[in-house]
């Protein structure tokens, strides 16, 4: 069997049959599905795939592996493009970022050395300085951004980031984080050997700034040896904490403030919705993700920087990659930029997107969403068998059976999901169990959304 490469002359030639077996069996394998989820449940989905695997790795080849392996996943995919698969920050993404996707992988550019990634390293440098000015559009002196952006593999890995920097740059840091706050925080906590964050109050899902007054009155302590992570877009209901009154008490009490903005972040680009992010500007770091509110392939976080200054800490050196003399010589080190070695070309289809689409054409798809998300409350608000949670804030919108217990609640999103017809989330609050649909597929009209609650009531009415 030929073992043709994907680069090099021969490399598109070689692809183009290949994408046309791709593009087949995900167009089977998703017919085969019907819905956004196969059905059967996990025991049903596995069995089918371990029959179409047999061996993993077998002596001899298989001509026949990429369709037959390709069909598999697309049969037992949940296929985030369904508009009845609403239950996580899991977005379709867009066409033309999935193709831009497929050049990374075909030229598999390495982000450690600027040899490994001569024009992705530039096409890196200077997309995350325009997306760092979208976050802090006027901090240096002459009205231009100073601030930078690092490229990361998601939310949880640019709040690592932002902590990490902040105990580089102060040496002893604790974290003060609010009910709501993202599991990823305190998990960092653990992996940078932090003390135990303090935790506040977050009252109707929001951080308490009461609270957190107390809280910072109480640790006292030199500047920037507090770090304060507020969230804009909780994964449960995305709520907005009150941005501009937890910087003002960050300010006051001298402490450090990262904003987790992994989903709300994608409001920057509506102007409808900007609004939202008031008081961002002021945190040292934010986190964004461009594959929940941006539509990217997974993976496309981000940790924005105000004062590029806090990256210095991540300066590395090994000889082969980038030497003193190299690197005097003009050649870009690459291995400040992040915590990890090898990096794919991530950016290439952030980059494609930004500028296929333009601001207008993204803040087109975020209004849309948040649209279908305040059409959805209505029909909620409106329907004599559901409660609605509160009106969305972004496009996450919380209900449940009026009446029902929390395990008919758990019990109908379980039997939906096993019988592959509607994917929905769960989430608790108020000390009860909510039903959590997420809505980020631009395309879901109002009979989708009517055809979500008739499923749902099928299934808790008495």
């Known amino acids: 069997m030929s073992t043709p490469l994907a680069s090099g002359p021969q490399g ?22 019907t819905g956004p989820l196969p059905a059967g449940g996990p025991t049903e989905v596995a069995a089918r795939l371990r029959e179409a695997l047999g061996d993993p790795l077998p002596t001899h080849g298989d001509e026949h592996a990429l369709h037959t392996l390709v069909h598999a996943l697309a049969a037992g995919a949940a296929d985030p493009a369904h508009p009845l698969c609403a239950a996580h920050l899991h977005c379709p993404p867009l066409a033309v970022a999935t193709a831009a996707d497929l050049a990374a992988s075909a030229l598999n550019p390495s982000l450690d050395s600027w040899d490994q990634a001569p024009a992705a390293s530039e096409l890196e440098a200077l997309v995350t300085r325009a997306l760092a000015h979208e976050v802090y559009p006027d901090t240096g002196r002459t009205g231009t951004t100073t601030a930078d952006a690092l490229i990361t593999t998601g939310g949880t890995e640019a709040n690592q980031l932002a902590l990490l920097l902040a105990r580089e740059k102060h040496t002893h840091v604790r974290l003060v984080q609010a009910e709501n706050a993202h599991h990823s925080l305190h998990r960092a906590t653990w992996l940078l050997g932090l003390p135990e964050p303090v935790t506040v109050p977050a009252p109707a899902g929001t951080m308490d700034p009461a609270a957190l007054d107390q809280a910072l009155t ?54 409808r919705h900007r609004h939202r992010l008031d008081g961002l500007t002021r945190a040292h770091t934010v986190t964004l993700d461009l594959h929940k509110l941006g539509w990217q392939p997974i993976a496309a976080g981000l940790l924005a920087v105000r004062d590029p200054q806090d990256l210095h800490t991540l300066t590395h050196h090994a000889d082969y990659l980038n030497a003193d003399d190299d690197t005097e010589a003009g050649l870009p080190d690459l291995l400040g930029r992040s915590l990890r070695t090898t990096r794919r070309a991530d950016i290439l289809k952030i980059a494609v997107t930004l500028k296929t689409l333009g601001r207008q054409g993204l803040g087109a798809l975020v209004d849309q969403v948040c649209a279908h ?6 029909l909620i608000d409106a329907h004599p ?31 939906l999901l096993t019988e592959g017809r509607a994917v929905l989330g ?11 649909a997420t809505l980020l597929n631009p395309h879901t009209g109002p009979d989708d959304l009517a055809a979500l609650l008739k499923l749902v009531e099928g299934h808790t009415a008495r």
């Open 12 to 33: 598109p030639d070689t692809l183009r049959p290949l994408l046309d077996t791709v593009l087949d069996a995900l167009k089977t394998g998703a017919a085969t599905r």
């Open 218 to 271: 109480a640790l006292g302590g030199p500047p920037g040896t507090v770090l304060v992570a507020a969230t804009a877009g909780t994964t449960d209901a995305g709520l907005i904490d009150p941005l501009p009154e937890i910087a003002t008490l960050c300010e006051t009490h001298g402490a450090r403030l990262h904003i987790d903005a992994a989903y709300g972040g994608g409001l920057l680009l509506s102007d």
């Open 373 to 378: 998300a305040t059409a959805l409350a209505e």
């Open 385 to 415: 068998h559901f409660e609605l949670y509160d009106k969305p804030t972004i496009s996450t919108v919380l209900f449940r059976p009026t009446h029902a217990t929390d395990t008919t609640v758990a019990d109908a999103r379980r039997i």
């Open 426 to 436: 769960r989430a608790r609050l108020d000390n009860r169990l909510w039903l959590k």
